[in-house]
């Protein structure tokens, strides 16, 4: 087989501890998933127990220490931090209770949105990928082993931008927990390795501007610093 085109090299996640990699392959996004963030949206949290689902291109992957260019057509570039769950099974209706034995380790990522975009998709009716689909739109840190940390269902998550604090929650308040999210997705389609999933954000997200430097932290999990250009 020869590609009329050379093919574009895979988005990769590092390890830390060791230098492997996990090429990713889907990248999904949970919306609405701590109460106190979606209360301060006006939407409100999702009712029952269907977390709002997304997807983002894998190729929008950005690594700790790199730059993330401005994106355009955005008057409002918003950062959300978020704990990553990374999927190293695949598996097709996983029962919850079996769930974390498909994840492979975390990481903590920011979810990069286009405001301004978003809320024009929204009174539009339009899909929301243009905003969230973009160059550096998902920045991620290096991934930590559940065979390691274990499966993380509590801890302190924060943000800071330009060394003042933007969010601070604990994942102990996620509405849907990775068991239950890894669970609904395969539901819709089989999850497989390099599957990878931003879990929710807690209250507080703003607008970034160039040349901000925004350092995240998950607690037991680990950090990551990118910078606005």
């Known amino acids: 087989m020869t590609f009329s ?40 949290a999702i009712s029952g127990s269907v977390p709002g689902i997304s997807l983002k291109p ?23 931090i978020e704990m990553v769950v990374v999927v190293g099974r695949q598996g ?22 286009r405001r301004d975009i978003m809320q024009d998709c929204i009174a539009n009716e339009h ?13 991620v840190g290096q991934v930590r082993l559940a065979s390691e940390i274990g499966h993380p269902d509590t801890g302190e998550i924060r943000l800071q931008v330009n060394g003042v ?3 601070q929650g604990d994942i102990a308040k996620l509405i ?6 890894v669970a609904r997705l395969s539901a819709y389609d089989a999850v497989y390795p390099g599957d990878i999933v931003f879990t929710g954000t807690p209250k507080g997200p703003g607008p970034v501007s160039i040349g901000d430097k925004l350092e995240c932290y998950l607690e037991g999990v680990g950090n990551l610093n990118i910078s606005i250009g």
Request: charged content about 20%; some cysteine; hydrophobic content about 35%.
């Open 5 to 44: 085109f050379s093919a574009s090299p895979p988005a990769v996640l590092s390890i830390h501890g060791n230098g492997n990699v996990i090429p990713v392959r889907r990248i999904y996004t949970i919306g609405r998933n701590y109460a106190d963030h979606a209360a301060e949206t006006g939407l409100g």
């Open 58 to 80: 894998s190729d929008s992957v950005l690594s700790d220490g790199q730059t993330l260019p401005y994106p355009s057509k955005t008057e409002q570039l918003d950062a959300e």
């Open 92 to 113: 097709r209706n996983i029962p919850t209770k079996d769930a974390l034995d498909y994840v492979f380790g975390y990481a903590v990522g920011l979810d990069m949105i």
């Open 127 to 139: 899909s929301w990928d243009l905003c969230k689909s973009f160059r550096g739109a998902s920045p």
């Open 165 to 167: 604090a933007r969010q």
């Open 176 to 181: 849907w927990k990775t068991s239950d999210i």
